[in-house]
């Protein structure tokens, strides 16, 4: 279990490896929902990110976020910063562990360099070989 979640850290930090290459730093995470109840999940995510991970007090993410966006359409904010100033606020923070840190960096170069391998395999796997017929 803990591997599914590592993975999933790891391919956000895909994400977080091209913003840093566009020059946009991130210097903090903002979880909401059910997986940041958490403290593994926070973890993870802090130690694979190397930035702490807060916690919104909102559980609701893709609810509140949609009401946020309606007022800012409806022009009871003037814009989404504004919006989430007004009303996020954050139930505690999960710094990264360095020691951690520095072993998922490793394994974060691991799953870099088996990604690729393990997607054409499994590309292959999804399609019945020559001669083959799928199905029972």
């Known amino acids: 279990m803990r591997a599914i979640l590592e993975g999933v850290a790891f391919s956000q ?4 490896e091209i913003l840093s290459a566009m020059h ?5 995470v903002l979880l909401g929902g059910g997986g940041a109840r958490s403290p593994l999940w926070r973890q993870i995510h802090a130690d694979v990110l ?3 991970v807060s916690t919104l007090r909102a559980e609701e993410g893709a609810a509140f976020g949609a009401a ?3 007022g800012v359409g409806a022009g009871v904010w003037p814009d989404v ?4 100033e007004a009303t996020v606020s954050l ?11 520095a072993v998922m960096a490793a ?3 691991r799953y870099r360099a088996l990604y690729p391998a393990l997607r054409a395999m499994s590309g292959r796997a999804a399609r019945p070989a020559a001669g083959e017929r799928g199905g029972s």
Do not use: N
């Open 13 to 16: 930090r895909d994400s977080f």
């Open 24 to 28: 946009v730093p991130v210097t903090r």
């Open 50 to 52: 190397g930035v702490p």
């Open 68 to 70: 946020l966006l309606a």
């Open 81 to 84: 910063e504004t919006a989430c």
């Open 91 to 101: 139930a505690g923070e999960t710094p990264p562990d360095p020691a951690h840190v």
């Open 107 to 109: 394994h974060y170069q």
